[in-house]
């Protein structure tokens, strides 16, 4: 399964925004990306840190391993198709206080709980399949509108090899970040 091939190296980027538009279709983000490859370390995590190419302020990521990023993916999933076993079983034991039940409560209490325990599969699942590479920062920017003049943590698992949301990201440093497009780490780059 190519999720769980991890790459030895990952594309860590640091932006600047530059200018933040706003308007009825949504926002639009202007940003100077300074970026680094780097290489994940053999085991455990380290720490990366890239100068912002514009204003000097330094961005930190934590990179992990190949090893912990594989771990941490597994846990995720685990974990995730363990609460959709127990929503099964939820649902199984909890049909027949449902079937027998003369009030309200039984078939409220078994529909609240299986709400939550498919939510909670479904955001481990997704966790798991969109945001987990191995990399960490404070200032990870997951899409949305961002203050002008403040700094994104962005990341590129694919190093270029698959095609990207952004715009202009090939040939210059500035990008235009519009609605449509989905930045690195966010799942779709």
Not at 18 to 27: C, I, P, R
Not at 77 to 88: N, S
Request: hydrophobic share 45%; aromatic share 8%; glycine share 12%.
């Amino acid at each position: 399964m190519a999720f769980w091939r991890v790459r030895d190296r990952i594309r860590l980027e640091a932006g600047h925004v530059l200018d933040v538009a706003s308007g009825g279709d949504g926002f639009g983000i202007q940003y100077c990306e300074t970026a680094l490859t780097a290489k994940r370390p053999m085991r455990g995590k380290a720490e990366q840190r890239i100068r912002c190419g514009h204003c000097g302020h330094v961005i930190v990521f934590t990179v992990y391993s190949a090893a912990l990023t594989r771990r941490h993916r597994f846990v995720a999933y685990g974990l995730g198709a363990a609460l959709l076993a127990v929503a099964v079983l939820v649902y199984g034991i909890g049909i027949d206080a449902v079937v027998s039940a003369t009030g309200p409560l039984w078939p409220l209490l078994l529909a609240v709980s299986e709400i939550a325990l498919i939510v909670l599969a479904l955001g481990f699942l997704g966790y798991a399949a969109m945001f987990e590479y191995g990399v960490r920062s404070p200032r990870m920017w997951r899409g949305g509108p961002a203050p002008r003049y403040s700094h994104l943590a962005m990341f590129d698992p694919h190093l270029g090899n698959k095609p990207l949301a952004r715009t202009g990201r090939a040939s210059s440093t500035i990008h235009h970040q519009h609605t449509d497009d989905r930045p690195p780490g966010s799942g779709s780059t």
